[in-house]
DNA sequence: TCGTTTTTCTAGAACGATTTAGAAGAACGA
DNA sequence: TCGTTCTTCTAAATCGTTCTAGAAAAACGA
């Protein structure tokens, strides 16, 4: 836009008042036809673009966009299918009412600079995307008066969430395990310290995502005596199941089952089998959690949550008015693939 | 934040005037320490959360965002890693500068949509992700006077873009294939009119995509009398390829190599042969494009080309001013690996 | 002690739009 | 013809900051 040109200057040139050029780009309706062209033929003849965003965001109270506020690195978070499902859903939603999204990783390393990033950022809403709760990032939103909406379901009753009762979803999953026989696992957790180093066995306590805690409960539940252990490669990827389950599948005991708490780290561990000339499901038993397309392919048995409606009830609640429900829990169901089997005796 | 709590209230309420309460968050040298806290501790009571980012945006001229602009769908975007490690590059930066990232699907449905959510956005700059040139948001910008960095070498000598050398790229992965003797090849390509139905048989002109086109034409010029058929089973996606990869292979004429314009699908191809009990470079030779982490792992011959140092670059020369040079061609390299191998004789 | 510099703070004008309330004129019905 | 209702357009206030220029006070050097 050539500098200086705004709608005031449209305005003058045109012989109206600034108001009506507003009017012609926001309320058509509001002027007749034949002087809406013609403000508009010499707002492009003048290179004026139209009305200015941060100006309209002002005046307006809107600033057109909702913010996606997930932990760690952009790579990390996008390496797994399910949080790109959840944010495919999520702009479904945000398109259809001319929203857009500000991406906001919370870097683990520098905890004030991302509520700092948070502060400053022009947004209407949030989707809080596996954020641990108690991040100073969502204490600034709440402080900010911006309404949010997590993915996990929070202990506060009056919070914004759209979930899946990780529980039950694990237990349905424990379940399928002990009618197989497994009565020892190894549980993959995702985990930041264990990134770049050598693999680690954590207590449920260490573990620190909610949801990898209550699916772990979820597995106790249904499997009382069974001996269960849990080990992290690393952030949630491919590349850590495949390590976390190398270190395993090398040590000195080999549990019955392995599983995965994402389906991208159950698919690392089927890798590491493979290349021991394992078969899953004959020689070992993995599952997973998500159902991603690939898992599928794979042959991975696992628990399926509906990804993208999550994405799209998350996006609902910020921005439809309408929508008065804001605690929703969407369900999971169990399943059944190759990879599964029953436990050879012992 | 409490509604109508501002940085007069706060300067009311402290005895001192709104420009002390700005400084107090912008330029903490400006004022004394003592002032300071005062201030702050006075925000904090009456629960201003910091000054309003569209106000600020407004008066400073800085939006502190920059938009991500990509074709599609946010799911087909993401489903590709190399977009993922861009993105990861790009979002390294952009914290650096304090900035966020606005994503911006342009869908190929609703190009006047897309062209009207780029002039509403408040951003700073765009990065242009895979967008076909000549789309009218990239006018829109330009009419805002927007400064934008391609992913693709433009034919303007002014556009700014990060990109590698398209052509020469695949004439290494055409040198390599006709060295083993193939003459007779299948190219696996991204478009978005075979999604959801049968692949099809393209000819060059009907290939979308610049950069797509280009890579064609490196295979060609160093396959001058080799038979190259272009085939599409949909979008850039695992599914595309696998879907491409099947119909090929069970027609009448089978190549003796495939080529994926990207990772994805010629993954998508592996996997249609080990599905028929075809081993890939024994077989049929396969070869991908970027070099995503999968690729190694799958043993894909590919040209990797620095997908997250490309992101850091577009976000360098979108960002820092003190980086002069606006085009920016990146090195490529051959990855030979075990999908690759001598054409069988005929 | 007297200029000079530095520190600390302020007044008031932007920034570029949207909104509210209402004026002027056209159209309408009887 | 008159009063009423639409349609079309405008004036002026306002959104919440940051910026520029400069004033007042403090510190400094000689």
Redesign the interface.
């Known amino acids: 836009?050539?500098?200086g040109v705004t709608i005031k200057t449209v305005a003058q040139a045109v012989g109206v008042s600034p108001s009506t050029v507003s009017n012609a780009y926001n309320k058509p309706d509001q002027l007749s036809a034949a002087l809406r062209e013609r403000i508009l033929s010499k707002a492009h003849e003048l290179?004026y673009?139209?009305p200015?965003?941060?100006?309209?965001?002002?005046r307006s109270g809107k600033?057109?966009?909702v913010?996606v506020l997930f932990t760690d690195?952009?790579?990390y978070a996008?390496?797994d299918?399910y949080a790109?499902?959840f944010?495919?859903g999520l702009?479904?939603v945000a398109?259809e009412f001319?929203t857009?999204?500000?991406?906001?990783?919370l870097?683990s390393s520098d905890i004030q600079?991302g509520a700092?990033?948070v502060?400053?950022?022009?947004?209407d809403a949030a989707a809080i995307f596996c954020v641990a709760g108690g991040h100073p990032a969502l204490d600034?939103l709440k402080?900010?008066?911006i309404p949010m909406v997590s993915t996990d379901r929070g202990d506060h009753p009056d919070l914004s969430w759209v979930a899946i009762d990780e529980v039950e979803a694990a237990a349905k999953l424990g379940r399928h395990l002990a009618r197989l026989g497994h009565r020892d696992l190894v549980v993959l957790v995702d985990n930041a310290e264990a990134a770049g180093s050598q693999p680690v066995e954590l207590t449920l306590d260490e573990v620190g995502y909610t949801d990898c805690e209550l699916r772990i409960r979820g597995l106790q539940k249904e499997m009382p005596d069974a001996r269960i252990r849990l080990i992290s490669g690393g952030h949630n990827a491919?590349?850590s199941g495949l390590a976390g389950a190398e270190w395993v599948l090398d040590s000195q005991h080999r549990p019955t089952a392995i599983v995965g708490l994402s389906d991208v780290q159950a698919l690392g561990a089927m890798?590491a089998m493979k290349t021991r000339g394992l078969v899953p499901g004959k020689d070992l038993t993995v599952v997973g959690f998500d159902d991603i397309?690939?898992a599928g392919?794979a042959g991975l048995t696992t628990i399926r949550q509906p990804i993208?409606d999550k994405g799209r009830a998350v996006g609902r609640v910020l921005l439809d008015p309408e929508v008065k429900e804001h605690q929703l829990l969407l369900p999971t169901e169990l399943v059944v693939r190759s990879s599964s089997g029953p436990a050879p005796r012992t």
């Open positions: 836009m050539s500098p290179g673009a139209g200015d965003a941060s100006a309209r965001a002002l600033a057109g966009a913010g690195k952009l790579a996008f390496s299918p790109v499902g944010l495919a702009a479904e398109e001319a857009s999204l500000l991406l906001m990783p870097s600079g700092n990033a502060r400053q950022a022009a947004i600034m402080n900010r008066g491919f590349s890798e397309p690939a392919t993208k």
